[in-house]
């Protein structure tokens, strides 16, 4: 019996697969490389002490799922294979709707076919746009701002019709908040291939040369420094909240979200500040306009999460900057602090 990682070789999923190995679970990943590296597969069974198979695909070809369903004996989905960029989103709609949207309908008609019915998907706080009110509890509407945070929207929406028309189906909806941070080891954590545009990546370019400064998008929001307010979450808090929502799915039938998050929020100075604790490096930063399409704060209500789930985020902000900093340190070499591909 294994658990399936669609996009189990990237940021996220790799901290997955390591979570789940230390919670006693079986894993087959599959993942089509387009922003991960084959060599994060080897870091994850050294850190599992365990092999784990790795099939080398992608989730919208059906046959393909359907045999690595069916040859893995596999019991549940967690579905985190997906395009994450907001601003490549905008210029590439169809590839976000195709991969996104396109890709979880294959894979849910393959999981179908083979009467798998248990679902964990990759969501984001991005489904609720601009916050009404915060801190944002999962009865807050949805809304979305652009293409990347509608195909969430609609993948939402189609796993919630499916649960409806099939109550057999199983799924838990986990709506990220700002995920930072790297497994203790440093030898896994975040990779983007392209240019990043999330502010944690950016600052470790800029601690390590590789651009000049940090560009601090706004400094004029309605906040304590009147910089964005964000709510960074330990990667390893979050890759924890999947084995909580897999064991929740074992005795609750039907589709549920979590917001998954600290609860607190964390201003770009202060998130700054504990960085260069951290490392000891001092940041040049300069103020800059705010960026299109940003909100001044964002912010989870997590108590359904702890309530029901029994997981709590526990890490603090200088965790989520130390490990940050020692993954970066071990791979210094590359451009985008990122793990040799
Ligand atoms: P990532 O890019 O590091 O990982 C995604 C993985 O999916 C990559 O390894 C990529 O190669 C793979 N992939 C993409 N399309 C695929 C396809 N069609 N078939 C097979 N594999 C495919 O991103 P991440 O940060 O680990 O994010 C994982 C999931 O979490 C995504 O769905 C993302 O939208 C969601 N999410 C991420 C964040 C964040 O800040 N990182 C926040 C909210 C939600
Ligand atoms: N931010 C910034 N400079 C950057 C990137 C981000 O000041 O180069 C700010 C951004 O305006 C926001 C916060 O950092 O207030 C988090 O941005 P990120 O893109 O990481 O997350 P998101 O806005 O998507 O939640």
């Given at each position: 019996m294994s658990i399936l990682l669609t996009g189990g070789n990237g940021y996220i999923g790799s901290h997955v697969a390591v979570a789940l190995g230390l919670a006693g679970r079986k894993i087959v990943i599959l993942d089509n490389g387009s922003n991960s590296s084959i060599n994060t597969i080897s870091k994850i069974e050294t850190i599992n002490r365990a092999h784990v198979p790795y099939v080398f695909g992608d989730i919208r070809d059906m046959k393909l799922i359907t045999k690595t369903l069916r040859e893995h004996d596999v019991t549940a989905v967690i579905h985190l294979a997906g395009l994450k960029s907001v601003a490549e989103s905008i210029e590439k709609p169809l590839d976000y709707y195709t991969n996104n949207v396109e890709g979880t309908i294959s894979l849910l008609k393959a999981m179908n076919s083979q009467g798998i019915r248990n679902l964990v998907f990759s969501s984001?706080?991005?489904?609720?746009?601009?916050?009404?009110?915060?801190?944002?509890?999962?009865t807050h509407p949805t809304s979305a701002t652009n293409p990347y945070g509608r195909t969430k929207i609609q993948s939402e929406e189609i796993l919630a019709d499916l649960a409806r028309a099939q109550p057999e189906w199983r799924i838990a909806c986990l709506r990220y908040f700002n995920p930072v941070g790297a497994h203790q080891?440093?030898?896994?954590g975040e990779s983007p291939?392209?240019?990043?545009?999330?502010l944690m990546p950016i600052i470790t370019q800029v601690a390590l040369g590789q651009k000049s400064q940090l560009d601090i998008?706004?400094?004029?929001?309605?906040?304590p420094d009147g910089t964005g307010i964000r709510d960074y979450i330990h990667v390893m808090d979050l890759a924890e909240g999947h084995a909580a929502a897999l064991q929740f799915l074992e005795s609750h039938a039907g589709w549920h979200a979590f917001n998954l998050g600290t609860g607190k929020g964390h201003t770009v100075l202060e998130l700054l500040e504990s960085f260069e604790k951290a490392s000891g490096i001092s940041i040049p930063r300069k103020i800059s306009p705010r960026r299109p399409g940003d909100v001044a704060k964002c912010y989870a209500n997590v108590d359904k999460a702890n309530r029901t789930l029994g997981w709590a985020a526990n890490r603090s902000l200088h965790e989520m900057c130390s490990s940050t900093w020692n993954f970066c340190l071990n791979f210094p070499r590359t451009t985008t602090c990122t793990s040799p591909h």
């Open positions: 984001s706080a991005t489904v609720y746009g601009t916050p009404r009110q915060l801190p944002l509890d999962e080891s440093g030898t896994i291939k392209g240019i990043p545009n999330n998008f706004g400094t004029d929001y309605p906040t």
